[in-house]
């Protein structure tokens, strides 16, 4: 199984400040043959489904603020919010979606210093 | 528009088995896989299995083989989730996710506390 691992645990960041936001696959979801990282980012909320931020890496999902990007390949890949706002505070996972079973980060709690 | 519409809390007692329904709507129902994800009290996300609700065919993560079971009824456009011999440590909202095309989970029912107590 590919094992996805986040750091930090959790960040308090102020208000407009940039959130960073690491995940390490323990195998690269680079698909060599269509040069897709095979990795998607999620939000969640307590009392929510979580919801889809960026898919392929680095692909934002319509209709998701554009403070959120996502970078990196193979291996190593971060999460920004480039501008912290209030109704960012939540968990945001990383999922690895190159192989079955899917896996996730153990979550990064972002929360307002 | 696309939903998923889980099916209510449960509350079980150690031993007993859990079916949990996901109703999908907006979408061609056999068009799409389905995820099943559950998030215990505290815990992160964990990925149980998905469906393929054209053809029933299943694939579970190993700490649920053999206590899960995913089935559909392309009549309804339902997919349910069977979990048996519950363990308090299965206490844990479950939630349908509908996996996309390209392999992630756009769409996510509003999950479905399921609690385990004597």
């Known amino acids: 199984d590919i094992v996805m691992t986040q750091s930090p645990d959790s960040l308090a960041v102020s208000l407009g400040e940039r959130a960073t936001i690491n995940c390490k696959s323990s195998?690269?979801?680079?698909?060599?043959?269509?040069?897709?990282?095979?990795l998607a980012w999620y939000q969640h909320k307590p009392g929510q489904p979580p919801k889809l931020l960026i898919y392929w890496a680095s692909t934002r999902e319509s209709g998701v603020p554009d403070r959120f990007s996502g970078s990196g390949s193979g291996t190593d890949f971060t999460l920004t919010i480039s501008s912290l706002q209030a109704e960012d505070v939540a968990v945001y996972y990383c999922?690895?979606?190159?192989?079955?079973?899917?896996?996730f980060g153990q979550g990064t709690k972002v929360e307002i210093k | 528009q696309v939903q998923l519409v889980q099916s209510g809390a449960e509350v079980k007692k150690p031993g007993a088995s859990v079916k949990v329904s996901c109703k999908a709507s907006?979408?061609?129902?056999?068009?799409?896989?389905m995820h099943w994800v559950r998030q215990a009290p505290g815990q992160g996300l964990e990925w149980m299995g998905i469906?393929?609700?054209?053809?029933?065919?299943?694939s579970y993560a190993q700490t649920f083989q053999g206590r899960v079971t995913m089935t559909r009824d392309t009549s309804t456009s339902t997919v349910y989730m069977e979990l048996t011999s519950l363990r308090s440590e299965d206490t844990a909202v479950y939630y349908c996710g509908r996996n996309i095309v390209g392999g992630w989970l756009d769409y996510w029912g509003q999950g479905a506390l399921v609690t385990v107590s004597s």
């Open positions: 907006g979408y061609t129902f056999t068009s799409y896989h």
């Open positions: 195998q690269s979801v680079l698909y060599s043959s269509n040069n897709k990282n095979y």
């Open positions: 469906i393929n609700p054209s053809d029933g065919s299943t």
């Open positions: 999922l690895q979606y190159y192989g079955t079973p899917r896996t």
